[in-house]
């Protein structure tokens, strides 16, 4: 069975403490891994794709990172509005092709303090 | 930047009634889902849909669901008979056509509680 697991499930950061967030996955064949941010009681943001283990993202404070088997999101300097829950999510190769859903991990919780 | 809109964004019903999520996608997509995420749990899929029909569904999409795209622009969730139990979040996404077919892009929600 396809899995994301995402950890840890919450994180507390002072303002400018670099750190990072993982997501493992156990799947058939990977398509594609997503990471998404979503503040409370909206919808998920998208951030990045990443297809191929080596593959890095950038963008603003954060780099997204892919290997086989997990995938890092590194926050350098976080500022207080980084704060929300990020997710990550795969896509599998579909024998029947299909347009692929997404399988999400549950979360990690970041908060950034000032 | 376009967005993906969904109406309303909180729905109150009683169960047993029936509801209709709407969802306005990005005008050049062409495939639309359907995700829900009940409270403090994972975002889990319902549907897939590309060219007026069904490409995939999930356990939880039973008889109780349907989807369409009434009239080309708008994408709705029905839901028969609401139970407690499909009280959560609901998301509408959307995918571009071509090469970035994978990134699925999210809507703001509605808020689904059944009484």
């Known amino acids: 069975e396809d899995q994301v697991t995402q950890s840890p499930e919450a994180l507390r950061l002072q303002e400018g403490e670099s750190s990072s967030l993982n997501c493992s996955y156990t799947?058939?064949?990977?398509?594609?891994l997503f990471w998404y941010r979503q503040d409370p009681g909206k919808g998920p943001e998208f951030l990045f794709t990443?297809?191929?283990a080596g593959e890095e993202k950038e963008k603003e404070r954060l780099k997204a990172t892919l290997t086989k088997k997990e995938s890092f999101l590194h926050i350098t300097a976080p500022k207080p509005e980084d704060s929300a829950t990020y997710l990550c999510?795969?896509?599998?190769?579909?024998?029947?092709?299909?347009?692929?859903?997404?399988?999400f991990g549950a979360g990690t919780r970041l908060a950034v303090h000032p | 930047e376009p967005e993906v809109t969904q109406t309303p964004s909180h729905q109150v019903t009683q169960m047993g009634q029936e509801v209709i999520l709407r969802c306005v996608p990005i005008?050049?997509?062409?495939?639309f889902y359907w995700y829900r995420q009940i409270l403090g749990q994972k975002v889990e899929f319902l549907v897939s849909?590309?060219?007026?029909?069904?490409?995939?569904k999930s356990e939880i999409f039973d008889d109780q669901f349907s989807v369409e795209r009434p009239d080309g622009s708008n994408f709705t969730l029905k839901i028969r008979s609401t139970k407690l139990e499909d009280s959560a979040m609901y998301f509408c996404?959307?995918?571009?056509?071509?090469?970035?077919?994978?990134?699925?892009?999210f809507g703001p929600g509605t808020r689904l509680t059944v009484l």
């Open positions: 999510a795969v896509q599998v190769f579909m024998f029947s092709g299909g347009y692929n859903k997404l399988i």
């Open positions: 799947v058939s064949g990977l398509r594609g």
């Open positions: 990443l297809y191929s």
């Open positions: 005008s050049n997509h062409l495939y």
């Open positions: 849909f590309y060219n007026n029909e069904i490409s995939e």
């Open positions: 996404a959307t995918a571009p056509p071509g090469a970035l077919t994978d990134t699925q892009y």
